[in-house]
């Protein structure tokens, strides 16, 4: 929960009624405004990013019968998180960084697996297939044509290969010729949606074998 700029909270959902109830007890201040958040699949390590010059990427152990959280990584990194679905790597990205692979360990420590670098892109954002095999990075070059780039994963080694070329996401300019933006993107199922402030979302099915895009 980033509604404060410093803080991150927990909130236990009633699996019944879908209500949320804050844990006290977990919390953390965060140094600098939020930027995006990750969680691994148990629910014991989280991690979360802020964007203030120079962005750091906090993590921290949830005990849920505790209701605490204990810091366990805090290291210099860009903003954009994503969790690999077995909870083995987590993806880092951003404008100057490009994309980093760090290997999660049983502690919820964080080693360097490995960085792909990208074109410029501002206002990144990061997307996994269910799979974990294909990892998407969606942002918007100096030349404003959003594009979405696409890798596959080798998972013994964390390193990232580019599928094919990046797709041009048609995102039309907004009126008194604003540039087109990608906001953010997100994978559900086969399918991979880029959305933006100017023309809602945009929607590609996503080969399951080679883990190529092709616009619906």
Same mark, same amino acid.
């Given at each position: 929960d980033f509604a404060a700029q410093t803080a991150l909270t927990v909130y236990r959902v009633d699996a019944g009624n879908g209500r949320l109830t804050q844990v006290p007890s977990a919390f953390a201040s965060l140094n600098g405004r939020p930027g995006s958040i990750a969680i #691994?699949? /148990?629910?014991? @390590?989280?991690?979360?990013?802020? /964007? /203030?010059?120079?962005?750091?990427v906090y993590g921290y152990r949830f005990d849920e019968p505790a209701g605490t959280l204990t810091p366990i990584v805090d290291l210099q990194a860009d903003a954009a998180l994503a969790m690999d679905p077995a909870g083995e790597y987590l993806y880092v990205a951003g404008a100057f960084g490009g994309l980093r692979t760090y290997r999660i360990e049983p502690t919820g420590a964080l080693t360097a697996a490995g960085t792909t670098p990208l074109v410029t892109l501002n206002g990144i954002s990061?997307?996994?297939?269910?799979?974990? #095999? @294909? !990892?998407y990075v969606a942002g918007n070059p100096q030349t404003y044509t959003p594009l979405a780039l696409m890798f596959r994963l080798t998972r013994a080694t964390g390193a990232l290969t580019e599928?094919? #070329?990046p797709i041009m996401l048609p995102i039309p300019t907004s009126d008194g010729n604003t540039a087109a933006q990608v906001m953010t993107a997100a994978v559900a199922g086969n399918f991979f949606y880029a959305g933006s402030y100017n023309d809602g979302l945009?929607?590609?099915?996503? #080969?399951? !074998?080679?883990?190529?895009?092709?616009?619906?």
């Open positions: #691994d699949p /148990t629910g014991q @390590f989280i991690y979360a990013s802020t /964007t /203030t010059y120079p962005g750091r990061l997307a996994v297939h269910g799979s974990g #095999d @294909f !990892v599928i094919g #070329d945009r929607s590609y099915a996503i #080969d399951n !074998v080679s883990g190529q895009l092709y616009e619906l």
